[in-house]
């Protein structure tokens, strides 16, 4: 990419002075998917901080010299802004590599078990190990991805399954992909039965998928009776009492019960439907 080499003509010679304080987000890159050199990447860590100090620092002096065009300090609080803004920008490139893992790590755990399921039938069905991973594919997802990485190696670079298994659980965020694919690694070069294992392996994931159903369910009976309280409960008792009170308070009544009522509810309601979507055990 452009920005990519921009970002190396302009912070290559910095990134290389710097590279072994970066280690650490080398393998979560690797496990994110991210197809970049970690030279190229901590460049555009370099790149971004420094564009964001620029912005900041350019956009806050017009900011708070419109803002308070008298105050003397108006450079300096740009330039305190400034910083805290580039560092803000530079701890959230550092940890986007694991982040992003973490979150293709939750979409594989939470599809898993349909996954295997599915693999499990057209074993039993009789159908090649190879041919497995291509069906998988087609269902898209990460999991789809992972297994079209799988057949790839398999059917174009004429890797054996076995060898592609273990690459693929080398490189994946997920554990529980990971033992898997292992298992399914060691159960073809022992000339095991590959529709049997996954049988055993679906019954257990279906069974840890029935269990966390059923934590699901706690929580959300949890986070209802939190919602019931504080959000219905608690708006309700709180117009009755700037009612009662309004000929005390005067004007003004009216917006706070038009702000509490179209906004605030509607948004913390939001803010609760995200939590839950967040915990959900199927994505």
Do not use: C
């Not at 803000?88 to 979409?107: H, R």
């Amino acid at each position: 990419m452009a920005l990519n080499k921009l970002a190396v003509k302009l912070f290559g010679r910095l990134a290389e002075y710097s590279l072994d304080y970066f280690d650490s987000i080398k393998v979560s890159m690797h496990k994110a998917g991210m197809r970049m050199q970690l030279l190229e990447y901590v460049s555009l860590i370099y790149l971004a901080a420094a564009m964001a100090f620029i912005v900041s620092l350019i956009g806050g002096s017009i900011f708070l010299t419109l803002l308070i065009p008298s105050a003397p300090f108006t450079f300096t609080m740009s330039i305190i802004i400034s910083f805290m803004v580039t560092g803000f920008t530079f701890f959230m490139a550092y940890y986007y590599p694991t982040l992003l893992a973490k979150n293709k790590k939750t979409k594989i755990d939470r599809n898993l078990p349909f996954a295997v399921f599915y693999m499990a039938t057209s074993a039993s069905a009789g159908i090649d190990p190879p041919e497995i991973f291509r069906l998988l594919s087609q269902r898209g997802g990460v999991i789809g991805n992972e297994a079209s990485k799988i057949y790839t190696d398999v059917r174009t670079l004429g890797m054996n399954l076995a060898t592609a298994l273990q690459k693929a659980a080398q490189r994946t965020p997920s554990v529980l992909w990971s033992e898997l694919l292992w298992g399914m690694s060691s159960v073809l070069t022992t000339g095991g039965s590959i529709d049997k294992f996954l049988e055993g392996k679906t019954r257990t994931f279906m069974n840890q998928y029935r269990r966390s159903l059923e934590e699901y369910s706690k929580q959300i009976a949890l986070y209802t009776e939190i919602y019931i309280t504080l959000i219905i409960v608690g708006s309700l008792f709180f117009i009755i009492l700037i009612s009662i009170v309004s000929p005390i308070i005067g004007q003004g009544t009216l917006f706070i019960q038009t702000l509490l009522v179209f906004f605030l509810v509607p948004l913390v309601s939001l803010g609760f439907i995200m939590i839950l979507k967040g915990i959900s055990p199927r994505s």
